[in-house]
């Protein structure tokens, strides 16, 4: 998602000329601002670099997974707030895992999740890990945010 100061939420997409992205990744939904010129991005080596970056006015921006963004924040509050402004470009992620191998893994992983439930859930509560649909709707709720106006690839 695109995290922005929270200050800043909502001022659209013209307003962010400097993202930072974790090294390694790509900000694949910024592809046309970059290749256009209008906006320069920064590979930083860690969360934490990339959110005091942020939090400094070094970047406008900067493209993380939500849920490890907020997790780094706990542990350094001094970072300030932010918040993931849903009408500039983002990615859902989701993780999975595949192989052409192993499918005993797939097997064996797929019964852990259904027997582990529980203990799953209790671990996504206490590191406030939120399931993608309900982070969306919560934070098109908070931030006034309608189908039409969150951003959308083209």
């Known amino acids: 998602m695109t995290l922005v100061k929270t200050d800043n939420l909502g001022k659209g997409i013209t307003h962010i ?21 209008t906006v320069k991005v920064t590979g930083v080596n860690s969360i934490y670099d990339g959110l005091n970056l942020l939090q400094s006015d070094k970047v406008d921006a900067l493209d993380v997974e939500y849920n ?5 924040a706990r542990r350094f509050p001094q970072m300030g707030s932010f918040a993931a402004d849903l009408t500039l470009p983002h990615n859902v992620v989701s993780f ?11 097997a064996e992983l797929n019964t852990f999740i259904l027997s582990e439930s529980e203990s799953i859930n209790k671990i996504k509560a206490k ?17 006034h945010v309608s189908a039409d106006t969150r951003w959308t690839p083209l």
């Open 127 to 143: 590191y406030g890990i939120e399931d993608t649909k309900q982070l969306i709707e919560r934070l098109m709720e908070e931030q």
């Open 17 to 37: 000329t400097k993202l930072a992205t974790p090294d390694g990744f790509s900000p694949v939904k910024w592809e046309q601002q970059i290749k256009n010129g």
């Open 96 to 106: 999975s895992l595949s192989t052409l191998r192993h499918p005993e893994i797939i």
């Open 68 to 72: 490890a963004a907020k997790n780094v």
